[in-house]
């Protein structure tokens, strides 16, 4: 039986036809797929490229930073010289005038203005968890000892306030801490070492009396101040609850 080669054609196209229409889901979903994949990997690309980016700069703040904390610890020992000194004149005029020849006459050292700043930078761009306590708690000593000095100059504080003497030796206690804190961060700034220590010994913190050629021992209340500190067996920082 013959059969008509053109009706043949047509029948072949029409199966071509309905299998295309058959598998045209499963392709246009292929297709999706295949796009989405592009599109995922793309992504990906440009967020690894981004957070490489941003990795790099934060490197590079970090290391400008790093750079200049030696910078902003010589501040912060400067000051903390100028503190204990100036305490010792605190001392003098009090003796002549109690109280009111303090809020007269005497005039505390002022924290560097740039210090907190350097300060605060430090601790937004490092992830050393040593450092972090560190800095921080050398930040908070500072406020401290430049809140409690500008105290003896207060009118309202002095009005009435008793043990001044004994308050100033606290505060030189606290510089030479201040002191020995600062001491402690400089190889870490310098690149010498991976990480600053985690605690500050007794011994440091008495020993920069010494290093800054203040006689301890010729002031009966510092004397005493020091020799309670000493007698505790513990690091001066962190202190224990």
């Not at 967020?47 to 400008?64: H, K, V």
């Not at 210090?115 to 992830?127: I, M, Q």
Request: hydrophobic share 45%.
């Amino acid at each position: 039986m013959n059969t008509n080669p053109c009706i043949e054609f047509c029948h072949a196209v029409q199966a071509v036809g309905d299998w295309l229409f058959g598998w045209q889901t499963l392709l246009a979903g292929l297709i999706a797929f295949g796009g989405a994949l592009w599109t995922v990997k793309t992504i990906r690309a440009q967020i690894t490229q981004a957070d490489s980016q941003e990795a790099n700069r934060l490197r590079r703040r970090f290391q400008a930073v790093r750079a200049s904390l030696p910078l902003a610890l010589a501040a912060a020992n400067e000051y903390s010289r100028a503190v204990i000194y100036g305490l010792e004149e605190a001392k003098t005029l009090y003796r002549t005038g109690r109280n009111q020849a303090l809020v007269s006459g005497w005039r505390p050292p002022s924290l560097p203005a740039d210090l907190s700043k350097e300060l605060r930078d430090f601790l937004e761009t490092t992830d050393d968890e040593a450092a972090i306590k560190l800095v921080s708690e050398l930040f908070r000593q500072l406020q401290v000892l430049s809140s409690r000095i500008a105290s003896l100059t207060d009118p309202n504080k002095m009005k009435d306030r008793i043990a001044v003497r004994m308050n100033i030796a606290e505060y030189q206690l606290q510089a030479a801490l201040v002191h020995a804190m600062t001491d402690a961060l400089y190889p870490f700034s310098r690149g010498e070492v991976e990480s600053p220590p985690n605690q500050i010994e007794r011994k440091a913190v008495l020993g920069i009396f010494n290093q800054i050629g203040l006689d301890a021992d010729a002031d009966t209340n510092l004397r005493a101040r020091l020799k309670t500190f000493r007698s505790v067996d513990a690091p001066a920082w962190p202190r224990k609850n």
